[in-house]
């Protein structure tokens, strides 16, 4: 028997699949969207830059779960348009997952951030303050008195040492006045792969939370991330050097059953080098952000997104004269 579902949420959980029929669920969401902005970076007539584009998106995925004789719980799922896998078994000991897309495990991984999505025009930040530390190919999780905790471990192959690592803990409590504590802490580490003089080793690190009461949620972050050369060949060679340090607050309101409203601010500095040998160090990067977003259900299986964000950065080599913007986007998810 197959059962296909339409949904207005990403590929299926594994906790959402039947253990007692043992079934292979198919589920999918498309979106489409458009986006628009206004910054001063100069545009390029020639190519036809205009300030504004559509989006598109379509996500489909199929996952199967059981549990056996034994009591083990077994998963595999599919995400068949990134072509990834990713499968578990777990029982009373714990959790050991495995994934092509190195997120094993999410386990105190969070960006304290509540808009749903944000776009700033074609400028990417050189740092945005979102976590992104990796939760391995492969992991092991598991709760013991409330606290969740994980381990993944990504192998750099047969001919690289750039393994990586990473460590998470949460938890989540009710406390006085009917409010909900969620605290999550994760750490990232990626060696160098040990090719060349230039390679680089990363460290990121994340301390998160919300604070739910009632219809209101607060979110927060302190992310930070540091890149550095395996093997610098002097003392003012800082290519690919990077020192970044972010704080996020976010706060969320549910109006209704069908509509939410949130905001959100970003604020990012540090350090980083340049790209080429013989840069000295740049000490003053910044990065802010302010978004606003709405969430809209329009009928069962339908959303709108809607978002505005104002953003800035300064102190980069890559944008040496500094760079700043405002941009909207509208999104329909099905």
């Known amino acids: 028997m197959r059962k296909i579902l339409l949904a207005s949420t990403a590929l299926v959980a594994v906790a959402g699949v039947s253990a007692a029929n043992a079934e292979i669920s198919l589920s999918g969401n498309t979106a489409w969207g458009y986006s628009s902005w206004s910054d001063n970076v100069a545009d390029d007539a020639t190519t036809g830059a205009n300030n504004n584009k559509f989006l598109s998106d379509t996500d489909l995925g199929a996952s199967w779960s ?17 072509d990834e896998t990713s499968a578990s078994i777990g029982g009373d000991w714990g959790t050991v997952s495995w994934a092509d897309g190195a997120d094993a495990q999410e386990v105190g991984q969070g960006d304290g951030l509540a808009v749903t999505s944000v776009t700033t025009g074609t400028t990417t930040a050189d740092y945005n303050g979102e976590e992104g530390i990796s939760g391995g190919s492969i992991a092991y999780s598991n709760s013991i008195s409330g606290i969740d905790f ?17 460590f998470g803990v949460g938890y989540s409590a009710e406390v006085g006045g009917g409010a909900t504590v969620t605290v999550g802490y994760s750490v990232g580490t990626t060696t160098a792969d040990n090719t060349s003089a230039t390679t680089t080793k990363a460290k990121e690190n994340s301390l998160n939370g919300t604070v739910a009461f009632g219809d209101v949620t607060i979110g927060f972050a302190r992310n930070s991330k540091t890149v550095e050369m395996n093997t610098p060949d002097n003392a003012s060679d800082f290519r690919s050097y990077e020192d970044y340090t972010s704080s996020n607050m976010s706060v969320s309101y549910a109006i209704s059953d069908s509509l939410s409203i949130s905001a959100e601010s970003v604020a990012a500095k540090g350090d980083q080098g340049g790209s080429t040998a013989g840069n000295t160090l740049a000490t003053d990067y910044k990065y802010d952000r302010t978004s606003y977003g709405l969430d809209y259900t329009i009928a069962s299986g339908v959303a709108l997104t809607a978002s505005y964000s104002d953003y800035s950065e300064a102190g980069t080599y890559a944008t040496a004269d500094g760079l700043s913007g405002s941009s909207t986007m509208v999104r329909v998810k099905v």
């Open 66 to 82: 059981t549990t056996t004789d034994a009591g083990l719980a077994v998963s595999a799922s599919y995400d068949i348009d990134a």
């Open 150 to 166: 994980g381990a993944g471990m990504t192998n750099g192959g047969g001919s690289s040492l750039a393994d990586e690592t990473s």
